[in-house]
Nanobody, 113 residues
Framework: QVQLVESGGGLVQPGESLRLSCEAS???????MGWYRQALGKQRELVAT???????TVGDSWKGRFTISRDNAKKTIWLQMNNLKPDDTAVYFC????????WGQGTQVTVSS
């Protein structure tokens, strides 16, 4: 099992950036890691994933603005979010997948002027 703790959310203005972090309680070397988000009243959606070897995939809606990365030695993944828009307002969840699914508690991102 692995426990995930997200951080880095907050209130920003449109066009600004945030970097979310997700730290795991144990090794993530064998886990596919990812970020999901859930806006109020909407279903949770996949934003980006990164394989153990570092192959990253970002959803089409966020390509060019969001970047996912990981450091297995630090047991941490990040989501760099640039040029944030009000539609990016959501709770962002860290996810780990191996034989099971593991979720963090989420971090709120609010984009508003």
């Amino acid at each position: 099992q692995v426990q995930l703790v997200e951080s880095g959310g907050g209130l920003v203005q449109p066009g600004e950036s945030l970097r979310l972090s997700c730290e795991a309680s144990g090794s993530i070397v064998i886990f596919v890691m990812g970020w999901y988000r859930q806006a109020l009243g909407k279903q949770r959606e996949l934003v980006a994933t990164i394989t153990p070897g570092g192959y990253a995939t970002v959803g089409d809606s966020w390509k060019g603005r969001f970047t996912i990365s990981r450091d297995n030695a630090k047991k941490t993944i990040w989501l760099q979010m640039n040029n944030l828009k009000p539609d990016d307002t959501a709770v962002y969840f860290c996810h780990a997948r191996r034989s099971g699914d593991y979720w963090g508690q989420g971090t709120q991102v609010t984009v508003s002027s």
